[in-house]
């Protein structure tokens, strides 16, 4: 008999599957490529910042040192920091002013009754944003001044401090009510402003000045007052911010004769008086500058250049006897608070 032939069932399977994928591999390459689209595209985009106000959030007076409060009063003359505090949204960059005042107020704390700018009551500090410092608006003051140091903001911050050095005019009204007002305004036109109602005090201020001297020329040993021996016409001028006084004293020893303090000389003693009139009205008898007498109580605040008195008059009393001789002292003028 002749033998059946024997089939392998995994060969076979194997061989129809490797003619599917034949198959399948020719029909794909054999179909038409699809044409793809774009699968990603732009669009422009923008926005725009908007204006933000600026807003100052504290006002105060500081002395030099730039962390001390005021609290004892200014000096005329002396130099303090108005610091000013402000916040912008859009950075200092959108500043375009930033002004404060510093002003002697009435009492009732309104920015409307602030008054004009003037050296005895009121000055304005002005800084244009980015330059380097502040100037000043005084009414004609040659002695209230911007102060060495201002500083400003960066002007890429969001905030910060302008900090304004001034000089005290010598006749800022001596008071306790000094205020401080600040506005702050960008470029588009937006501003904010604050009104620091701390009442800051101004100190009594007094200058005096003299070019003239006194020379009685000869005079007798026992000559009185009377006008053989006055010497009228010297000049005293006087500053100052508020009431004062006028007084006068001497030196004790001229050489080697003494002032006698009670009108009646002895030997070589002499006795002097004064007045700021050519008058014996109100004329006093002087004293050592331990003791100096008033001429005049009637001083009122004076403008920068002072006022002057022209017509200061003095008188010399001798005792006797008296040595021949030339004698040499100092008369002493003195402006004083006649508050």
Known sequence: MTKAATIDTRKVLGLVLAAAMVVATLLVASMPKAALADTEDTMSGQFAIGNSAPNI??????????????????????????????????????????????????????????????????????????????????????????????????????????CFHVVIGKCAVVGTDWDAYAVVCDDSGESHDYYDSTGYDVNWYGEISTTDSVNWGEVAAGTDFGESTKVTGKSVTYISNGAYDEEVAASTSWGAATLNISGNPGPNEFSIRANDVNSTTGWQLLASTSSYVKIDETGIITDEDGDTVATNTLWLKLGTPFVDNTYNGTIYFKITNGS
């Open 57 to 162: 959030t504290a006002v105060g007076v500081y002395e030099h040192d730039n962390v001390t409060a005021v609290t004892s009063g200014m000096n005329p003359q002396d130099e303090y920091i108005i610091k000013v505090t402000v916040s912008d949204a859009n950075t200092m960059n959108d500043l375009d002013t930033c002004n404060v005042t510093l002003f002697c107020d009435n009492g009732n704390d309104s920015k409307l009754d602030i008054p004009s700018d003037n050296y005895t009551h009121a000055v304005t500090l002005h800084w244009t944003v980015g330059n380097a410092a502040p100037t000043i608006t005084s009414g004609g003051s040659t002695t209230w001044d911007v102060g060495l140091g201002s500083e400003a903001p960066s002007l890429t911050a969001i905030s910060g401090t302008f």
